[in-house]
């Protein structure tokens, strides 16, 4: 019998997924970070990407956005909290490049501290928005 673990990925707005998993893999600040059952409890920030969550009996992994939040981790439950949470399925590939160029000449533009950091922020969420759109096509092909 296969050992899995409650995960949960809720936004602001909606639970984006809950259910049992093998394994998950976060983008931990530091790298990845993968998760298996009776993990060690565990509170830490993530990162802009994509987290990938293995359930039993399935070859594929569900990938799932984030722009960055909180992952919890308990021997049996992990959840995740982020301001935005979105299944790569529905991820929009031309308002992510849009969104990238934007953030990059607002960058080449930058007159105040404040919209540089924005701006940043913007770029980092656009490419990791595009990174898992691709890792999906990867998967899927």
Known sequence: MVMTVHCDVVSAEESIFSGQVEMAVFPGEAGELGVLPRHTPLLTRIKPGTIRLKMANQS????????????????????????????????????????????????????????????EAELAQAIAQLRAIQRLRKHTH
């Open 60 to 119: 594929d992994f569900e990938l799932v956005y984030v722009s960055g939040g909180m992952l919890e981790v308990q021997p049996d439950m992990i959840t995740v909290l982020a301001d935005t949470a979105i299944r790569a399925n529905d991820l929009d590939e031309a308002k992510a490049l849009e969104a990238k160029k934007r953030a990059e000449e607002a960058l080449a533009n930058r007159q105040a501290q404040m919209d540089y950091a924005q701006a």
